[in-house]
């Protein structure tokens, strides 16, 4: 079965590295592009089997990119490829609904395996990162309140986050601002905190902001 793959990173020559090594692993790959929002755009006009997402990139960054797939295009599996080894990245992008996550230092055969795991609906952490399946397991469904959330929901919350006002995040999401409050008024009747700055203090201590 041909599988289709985009490839999103900011830097070209990434890109084509990764083009050549897909084709040559007999993978079709349907477009390339260079931040989060141009992502969204191809995934919605491409629909590929996977997306390839780096996690630092301008305008839009993966975490947020990968969270708005996969509440938008769920069967669209995301395999982020990041300089990033700790567990807290992993965990933000398990948690915005990455199915994979190779490090860049990985072998390039690692990233054609860990492309072909997710479309046949497994779930691939790179080696590398140390981390036992029950513990990503653990980091994933038994991460206590989290675990509840939504995509949207997390979105939400990181965008709460990162200090975006609810009409940013309207604007941001495609959304009301209206709708944006009451996601807000809900994550804080979910996560049982009474302000938006003991929303933002739990998104901290959870790993919900873009980690440096």
């Known amino acids: 079965m041909s599988m289709n793959v985009l490839i999103v990173d900011d830097h070209a020559i990434m ?15 349907v477009g390339m592009v260079g931040n ?11 629909m590929p089997d996977v997306v390839i997402m780096d996690l630092s990139m301008p305008d839009m960054n993966g975490f947020e990119a990968t969270c708005e797939i996969h509440a ?9 490829l990041s300089m990033h080894a ?25 990233v054609v395996t860990a492309v ?28 206590g309140p989290l675990a509840s959330l939504s995509a949207r929901e997390r979105q ?7 200090g975006k006002s609810s009409a940013d995040i309207a604007q941001r999401v495609h959304l009301s601002r209206k709708t944006v409050e009451t996601y807000r008024s809900r994550l804080m009747k979910k996560l049982g905190v009474s302000d938006v700055t003991a929303l933002v203090k739990f998104a901290v201590q959870h790993g919900l902001t873009p980690p440096g």
Request: proline share 3%; charged share 20%.
């Open 15 to 29: 890109r084509e590295g990764l083009s050549a090594l897909l084709t040559g692993a007999g993978m079709q790959v």
């Open 36 to 46: 989060g929002r141009d992502a969204m755009q191809a995934v919605r006009e491409l």
């Open 72 to 80: 938008k295009s769920p069967g669209v599996q995301v395999v982020v």
């Open 86 to 110: 700790s567990k807290e990245h992993v965990l933000q992008a398990l948690m915005a609904g990455a199915a994979g996550y190779v490090l860049k230092e990985a072998a390039g055969a690692e």
């Open 116 to 143: 072909r795991a997710v479309c046949a609906g497994h779930r691939y952490i790179s080696p590398a990162l140390g981390l036992l399946p029950q513990e990503v397991d653990l980091l994933t469904t038994a991460g």
């Open 156 to 162: 939400v919350l990181q965008l709460v986050a990162e």
